[in-house]
């Protein structure tokens, strides 16, 4: 019996987008129910209606049923447990999808669950595991809740490690394009690019990352020894370097884990002469993180490398200039006034007054901001 397959998905499991995905994973295995663990949300108040609306998203999206193989908590008891791990051992297709990783891993971490999907994966079933439980498939798990909303120091836990008996060892990160911060950078599941640096220099050597885009889904196919990438987005394999395998593409798992087993080199002295730090600092609008930047820079020179005077003098030169350009684009400064507008056009829209709503648009148009009506939305930029 040839190995299966585990899909990661970056985010928006119940999407349209990505019901093929789903339908790939339960047919190929030859699935006849979804099983769906519910513990990495177990913890939340309406954990059974997240139950219930997973349950009802497979049976009219997909015309398969499903059953929740229920351990909320490990105050559940050891027959929960056990039924849960049953159901698990007789599964196809399994499911864990929204939550917290840190709270999932807490509680699986000693009930024997690691070993049961990893011999699924073994013997031709699919895993399927999207947001906070894609966090839990790799070597290591970021404690997204604990860095990002509790202000933890970044870090690491152990991860369940899905897959490194099948070759192919890695990090998992969805959410990895995520733009949500309104100006500050929360892609890399909401770390930004600096503090994923800061993570990156505590993995050990050779570990590289997945990362899987929202709306996007890795399919990770041992039988075939390939990666696909369905869904809106790509797939980012972040070793030496980083390597994007968009929506549609193919790639051999030999090659995949080439390009994550190869360290990241120490960043290098950019063309320009200017350390990419400030770039990074730049992009974050931190006051702090600047002068922080140019304080380490003079530090360097002080101690009389021509290499460090000549950095810290480009980077003096590009601040002078940034002094009278600024550091906020026009789309900035305006956008919260956009989004009301934009926002009112909707609600015009859904009640069908259209004359109303396109005056809307047309006096945003005059101002030089597009809009741009998608399926998910309405979106807008400046035009240049």
């Not at 099948?166 to 990090?171: D, H, I, Q, T």
């Not at 394999?237 to 990241?264: C, H, I, N």
């Not at 590009?318 to 919260?336: K, M, Y």
């Amino acid at each position: 019996m040839s190995a299966g397959r585990l899909i990661l998905m970056g985010s928006g499991e119940m999407a349209a987008r990505l019901v093929a995905a789903h339908r790939l994973g339960v047919e190929a295995s030859g699935a006849r129910e979804v099983v769906v663990l519910d513990t990495p949300y177990g913890f939340q108040e309406n954990a059974p209606l997240l139950s219930e609306k997973l349950t009802r998203f497979f049976r009219t999206s997909l015309s398969v049923e499903s059953s929740v193989a229920s351990y909320r908590s490990v105050r559940d008891g050891d027959v929960s447990c056990e039924r849960m791990l049953a159901a698990v051992r007789r599964a196809r297709y399994v499911f864990a999808g929204p939550g917290s990783p840190s709270y999932a891993l807490g509680v699986w971490r000693e009930t024997g669950l690691v070993g049961v999907l990893r011999d699924l994966l073994a013997r031709g079933a699919t895993v399927t595991l999207a947001s906070a439980a894609a966090l839990t498939a790799g070597v290591k798990t970021l404690p997204v809740y604990e860095i990002y909303k509790s202000g933890a120091d970044p870090g690491w836990l152990d991860g369940m490690d899905l897959t490194s008996h099948l070759g192919l060892e890695a990090v998992v990160i969805p959410h990895w394009n995520n733009a949500e911060g309104q100006g500050f950078d929360t892609s890399r599941c909401y770390m930004g690019r600096r503090r994923l640096r800061a993570l990156r220099s505590m993995l050990p050597e050779g570990l590289g990352i997945i990362g899987v885009d929202e709306h996007t889904a890795a399919v990770i196919d041992f039988g075939k020894e390939e990666l696909s990438v369905m869904g809106v987005g790509g797939v980012t394999l972040s070793g030496a370097l980083d390597t994007f395998v968009e929506a549609g593409d193919r790639m051999g798992l030999k090659r995949v884990a080439e390009l994550l087993g190869a360290s990241p080199a120490l960043p290098p002295v950019g063309e320009d002469g200017s350390p990419p730090d400030l770039a990074e600092a730049l992009a974050e609008r931190s006051e702090e993180s600047i002068a922080g930047v140019l304080l380490s820079a003079e530090t360097e020179a002080a101690g009389g490398s021509p290499e460090a005077r000549e950095a810290l003098r480009t980077m003096i030169l590009e601040v002078s200039e940034l002094a009278v350009s600024g550091l906020v684009t026009p789309a900035e400064w305006v956008g919260d006034y956009v989004s009301l507008l934009v926002e009112a056009r909707t609600k015009l829209r859904d009640r069908r007054l259209w004359e109303e709503a396109d005056r809307i648009r047309d006096g945003l148009s005059s101002l030089g901001v597009a809009l741009r009506d998608t399926r998910s939305g309405t979106t807008w930029h400046m035009e240049a």
